[in-house]
Structures are given as C-alpha cells and as structure tokens.
C-alpha cells in the first residue's frame, strides 16, 4: 500500500488536505505531536520533525512513498530550512515529493518570498526526486487579513492578483497525492478563475461580509514606513511590500486553469473563498 505523508497539518492548508485524504493518509509529520489533527476516518501514524532538523527528517520519512511538503513558516533561514529537509527526503528515498511553490518564483521574482520559492524549486531538482510543483497564487480567503481597520494598503496600483482559494490548493493537492505518478515533472499554476485588483477585491468583500473595506494605494516609501510599526527586519519589510509590488507588476496575474483541470470543479470566486457564496 503507498504510504502517502503530510506536513503542515497543524496549519490550515496541510490540516485540509489530511482530511480530505483521510484513511488515505499513512503519516503526517508535525513540529509537535499533541497538535497533530484528529482525522475521522483515519488513525495515521505521527511523526515529529521540524525542516531544519536532517537527522528528524529523515527518520520522519522513511518508507514514505508520496510526501506532500508545505512550504514553511517565513523565516530569514527559510531556504537553508527548506533544503535540509529536502535533502532528507532524498535521503530516505522518498518516492515522490508534492512541493506548495508560488506563482511566478524565480530567482528575480518582485515577490521577495517566490524568490526562496525558487530556491526551493532547485533544490527539488537538484535532488533527483520525483516530483510536482504546486505554484499558489496569493490565497484569496486571506485577503480580510490585509486589512488593518477594514483598509488595505500597498503599492498594488492597478494592478490585477489571480488570488485562489486555499481549499482550492488543497483540493489540487489531494488529487495529485492520491495518484501522483500521473503528475511527475509536472508544474502547476494554481489559481482562482479571475485576476482582480485590489480596489475591487476590497469592495467585493465589502459587499459579502457586510463590513466596509477599502484600498489605499501607497507609494513604496509609504509602505515601508507603514510597516515599521511590525517589524523592523528587512527581509519582513521586503516580503510584505513586495506583496503588493508583484501585484502592481502584473506578476501574480495569470488566470490558469489548473485547479479546474485537476480537480473537476470551477476555481472558487473570492466570495466562496469567503464561505459568503
Ligand atoms: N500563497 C499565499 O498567499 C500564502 C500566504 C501565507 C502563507 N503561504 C505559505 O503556504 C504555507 C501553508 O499555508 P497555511 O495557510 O497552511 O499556513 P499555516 O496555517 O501557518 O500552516 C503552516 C504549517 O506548516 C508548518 N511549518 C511551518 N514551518 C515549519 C518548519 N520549519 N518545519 C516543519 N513544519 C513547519 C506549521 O507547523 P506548526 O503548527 O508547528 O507551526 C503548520 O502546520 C505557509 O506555511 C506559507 O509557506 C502562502
């Protein structure tokens, strides 16, 4: 029987793609094994091992023959993190890896965080392991939480983001997990079915939550002074306002049809994303 693993299970993302799985998932791997979730249908095994920890990782992977990996938490030493593990994947002959990448990385990407994206990505390559690339556009069901006080502000302009819905994401990963040799060395652009500005997105979710929302578009000195006021890293400032950057650029804009080829259902709007629609 395949041994299919996930990580991030005690996060929204991972957690949604376990039960949907559910008594096909053999193990998730979690930072701290009393979080790990509950599944109706299943009574995985449970193993613990954080990315930046080989020795754990590989012992947390052996014998597992499909693994999705969440990318982590952000983190100055997120890609030294994300290559540990890996390399351990690879170590303990991981058969397939599914790897949660974002839109457009690249190593000169606007978006600050698709650039350890493709850090990520090369790695995999790198490795020798089969895999496929789940690249997520924003997650449009995190939107309200751009909002300080109902009002988003970023240097998006005009600009147009193709934002999917997590469970979309999830979704996709479960039908890739469930028969992954159909998709390795694939890579796939997972977004929702319509690219929005953010002026628009604040008034549409205005109008499903029945609390006003707006935009303000700041100039790029604007929203590094914005933002001081949470954090004084630069990489933290860089990853935040590059946000918005990468959506003024054009860079989170495509309108793909993955989620809806793969999964055999419509890419959720903003308003399902919501849970309004
Ligand atoms: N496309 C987007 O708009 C967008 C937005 C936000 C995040 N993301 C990325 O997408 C990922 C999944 O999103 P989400 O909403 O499910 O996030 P989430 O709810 O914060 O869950 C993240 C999960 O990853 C685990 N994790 C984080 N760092 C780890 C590490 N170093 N080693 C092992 N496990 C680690 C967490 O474990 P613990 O519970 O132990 O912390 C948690 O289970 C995020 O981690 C982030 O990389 C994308």
Redesign the pocket.
Known sequence: MTVIAV????????GRVARLLGAQVGRLV???AS?APRLPEAVPEVRV????DREACVRALQGVDVLLM?????APDRRE?HRTFIAAAAQAEVGHLVY?S?VGAAPDATFTLGRDHADAEVAIAESGLRSTILR????SD?FPMFATDGVIRGPAGQGRVAAVA?DDVADVAAAVLRDAADHAGQVYALSGPEAITMGEAAARMSAALGTPFSFVDETEDEAYASRRQWSTEQWQLDAWVSTYTAIRDGEAAEVSGDVERLTGHPARTLEQALGTA
């Open positions: 990580t991030g299970s005690t996060g929204a993302l991972g979690v930072r701290d979080r091992a954080s990315y930046d969440v990318s982590g938490a952000e993190q949660t974002f997520d556009n924003f997650y995190f997590r």
